[in-house]
């Protein structure tokens, strides 16, 4: 007994020693030897200091990487979360181009798919590889143009509600059309998140939420409270201790755990039987020699899974298609909602701007109201509006100036040489005129889409202003930028940019269509600010805890208001 006793204790002691020398190694003698910290950086204050707050946080970001530019080049050595996670901030447009064109060698960390895998599966956010590879090739035919342009007048019939409820708002606050001068505020990041949740509902499902009318829909309120409860107002240290240990939510339930378990218990049951529904709809209509005409994206999913073109082994499970359609929930309606919530807020912000773009909007303006128009001339409305200079420029700049993703992480799957097109500085002093750094297996590449969108260097000393009209000469520089849309980083780029940026831009021209049209915004009184809560939300200062808000004074237009701009 003594003896198995006495094993027993020296194998403990031996898997503790062999486990402290791992972590002794890998925390103090293998950096040392990282090739990253040859490169220039911030200084790091104290054992377990980083630069994580002053590069996220999108109220000191943009000076941060401009100091960053001017002391340390465009390649720099920052500090992650230890002293073993040192990680590569590339400000030159080319080394971020190699990143995101890259992306079997440079793949989402672990850590990050794991949280989105929590929460909506494993679909195109979190899918790595092959599996990655396979569903956007089923998912792509969705999100063709054709297909984009079927879900217009979707998109204009949810328009009208929403404006339809803000009148119904101002009318019973006293702001009638009559009472023109009368403003009211009304919280637009509030009801514009509404608005497009219940247009990702119906483009993606051919759900109703009823989400602008009312909050009772039960798989509505899944994907809320899971969006918003779960993910922007998480505790940061049991979010980050859940993705090491993923057990302690299921022995110790925070009461996050509880809800994220709650609302996808809901979402497999609802969402789950809508898959099987559309599914026995598509392979009846098959049998039956009839083509199923639906044009939502859960259906049109189905039927590309299905296609005789499509190989067998390349096909997905129904539940990588219920995935798939969390994150088009989860990715189209947060991003799409605050790019406009913004782009409100800036016109607001600048009302000779404001005017300039309704006046341009009012001369599309159609005689039949667009609650009539029929499919086809809706759509022709849309196109008309897709090519209005003003609009478009105002809706560039807005995605430029605040990207909903301020920026995203990548992790080297293997040693590689990242290439630069600008002077590299090193950590003792000098510059050095190589032509790549080197990312060893393992470290973390910060890619910074906000900064890349702000380079006073590219886009000139007005860079941090909003200024739509810089879209009509831009600084030659802007075309050395990698960008899925207009050279900006807002969609990302290379083989895993957005997929779903085409639906965005109609969503966003429609919305500000009809609002600028019927509505006028100024600013409250309320400091509103930027904070990186998985995206750049807004808040209201001193009133965190309530979540994002973007308060606005809205009074109803009429065509009198109507002031030329020059």
Not at 64 to 74: D, P, S
Not at 256 to 283: D, N, P, Y
Not at 502 to 514: A, G, H, V
Request: proline letters at 6%; one cysteine or more.
């Amino acid at each position: 007994m003594y003896s198995v006793l006495f094993l027993l204790s020296s194998f403990v002691s031996a898997s503790l020693l062999l486990l402290s020398s791992y972590a002794v190694f890998h925390t103090f003698i293998a950096p040392r030897f990282n090739p990253l910290r040859k490169l220039a950086g911030p200084p790091i204050r104290g054992l377990f200091g980083n630069h994580m707050s002053p590069v996220l946080d999108p109220f000191r970001s943009p000076k941060t990487h401009e100091a960053y530019v001017q002391k340390y080049g465009r390649n720099v050595r920052i500090r992650g979360l230890g002293p073993w996670d040192e990680r590569l901030l590339p400000l030159d447009p080319v080394s971020v181009s190699h990143v995101l064109k890259n992306s079997t060698i440079y793949e989402k960390p672990w850590q990050s798919r794991r949280l989105i895998t929590s929460l909506i599966g494993c679909g195109m956010l979190a899918a790595e590889g092959h599996v990655h590879k396979r569903q956007r090739r089923v998912a792509t035919p969705a999100f063709s143009i054709q297909n984009m342009r079927a879900l217009v007048p979707l998109v204009f019939s949810k328009g009208n509600e929403l404006k339809e409820k803000w009148i119904e708002i101002l009318d019973s606050a006293g702001g009638s059309s009559v009472d023109s001068a009368r403003e009211t505020e009304i919280d637009v990041c509030h009801w514009i998140s509404r608005a497009t949740f219940d247009v990702i509902g119906l483009a993606g499902f051919g759900y109703n939420f009823n989400a602008i009318q009312k909050q009772s829909d039960e798989l509505f309120s899944a994907y809320k409270e899971m969006f918003e409860i779960a993910v922007s107002q998480g505790e940061g240290f049991r979010t980050i201790l859940g993705i090491y240990l993923p057990t302690i939510n299921n022995l110790f339930p925070d009461n996050r755990a509880r809800t994220v378990l709650r609302c996808q218990e809901v979402i497999r049951r609802v969402a789950g039987k809508l898959v099987q529904q559309k599914k026995s709809r598509i392979q009846e209509g098959e049998k039956n020699g009839i083509a199923n005409a639906d044009k939502d994206l859960l259906s049109l999913l189905l039927k590309s899974n299905v296609a005789t073109s499509l190989p067998p082994d390349q096909r997905i499970s129904d539940e990588d298609i219920l995935h798939n359609v969390n994150t088009f929930m989860f990715a189209g309606s947060d991003t799409t909602s605050l790019a406009l919530t913004w782009t409100l807020l800036l016109l607001a912000r600048y009302p000779a701007m404001q005017s300039r773009l309704r006046t341009e909007l009012l001369t599309v303006v159609p005689t039949t109201p667009e609650s009539q128009l029929t499919p086809e001339e809706t759509e022709s409305l849309h196109s008309t509006l897709s090519n209005l200079p003003y609009l478009d420029n105002v809706t560039k700049e807005a995605l430029r100036l605040i990207p909903p993703v301020h920026s995203s992480l990548r992790v080297a799957t293997q040693d590689d040489e990242v290439p630069v097109s600008y002077p590299v500085h090193l950590s003792d002093g000098t510059v050095s005129d190589q032509k790549s750094v080197r990312v060893p297996k393992g470290s973390f590449v910060h890619v910074p889409v906000e900064a890349l969108n702000l380079d006073k260097e590219i886009w000139g000393e007005d860079a941090w202003e909003f200024d739509p009209d810089r879209w009509d000469n831009l600084p030659e520089a802007v075309q050395s930028l990698p960008g899925l849309f207009s050279n900006l980083l807002t969609f990302s780029a290379g083989p895993r940019s957005c997929i779903g940026m085409r639906f965005s831009m109609i969503e966003m021209k429609t919305f500000l269509y009809i609002l600028l049209t019927n509505f006028v915004f100024s600013e409250t009184d309320k400091k509103i600010y930027k904070a990186n809560v998985v995206l750049t939300r807004p808040y209201v200062s001193r009133q965190f805890k309530m979540g994002s808000q973007c308060p606005l004074l809205v009074k109803r237009f009429v065509k009198q208001d109507t002031v030329s701009v020059p």
